[in-house]
């Protein structure tokens, strides 16, 4: 696009087209840095997780989310972090969000279409810090959206172990 916008203003710079091209490229740099914006906000995701739970082997699934070559068993690999040590279950489905804008539905339409049986669909998502008239009006923070009946299983066995180590 760029080539043909640059031998149109050369050639013939009253074209109706390069509007139209000048647009299109605009866009298209745009949707780069989103993708780039999103792929690094999957690799912090990931990297937080791999830290605090090394036994697994978490990965970010190539394409936002599509299959993996590597792995014959693709039907497993979905979301936009997957874990690929196979000895150990990870019990989570992961799409991961940095957004200025919150969409939360369609995010969740997403997590919950995609996530195969057996797994939790979780949504990741970033809260961009805002500033006003030169001051933080807004803290970045990241939080985790799941169903409320998953989030009481979780702290049902979170609870069973606090309440085990009690009674003794």
């Known amino acids: 696009m760029q080539d043909k ?5 050369a050639h013939d710079p009253k074209s109706p087209q390069i509007p139209e091209l000048e647009k299109k490229i605009i866009i298209s740099k745009r949707n780069k840095r989103s993708k780039v914006k999103g792929a690094d ?3 912090e995701i990931r990297d937080i997780f791999n830290e ?3 036994l697994y082997k978490l990965k970010r699934v190539q394409r936002s989310g599509g299959a993996h070559k590597d792995i014959t068993n693709c039907e497993t690999i979905r979301g936009d972090i997957a874990n690929f040590n196979s000895e150990v279950d990870f019990p989570f489905h992961m799409e991961c969000k940095n957004c200025n804008t919150w969409s939360m539905p369609a995010w969740w339409k997403q997590a919950t279409n995609d996530c195969v049986d057996g797994k939790t669909p979780i949504v990741v998502f970033k809260q961009q810090q805002k500033i006003k008239n030169g001051k933080v009006a807004q803290k970045k923070d990241d939080f985790v959206m799941l169903r409320l009946e998953d989030f009481l299983d979780l702290f049902d066995y979170y609870y069973e172990g606090v309440y085990e180590k009690e009674a003794y």
């Open 41 to 43: 906000y999957e690799g």
């Open 5 to 9: 916008l640059e031998w149109l203003l």
């Open 52 to 54: 605090r739970f090394p």
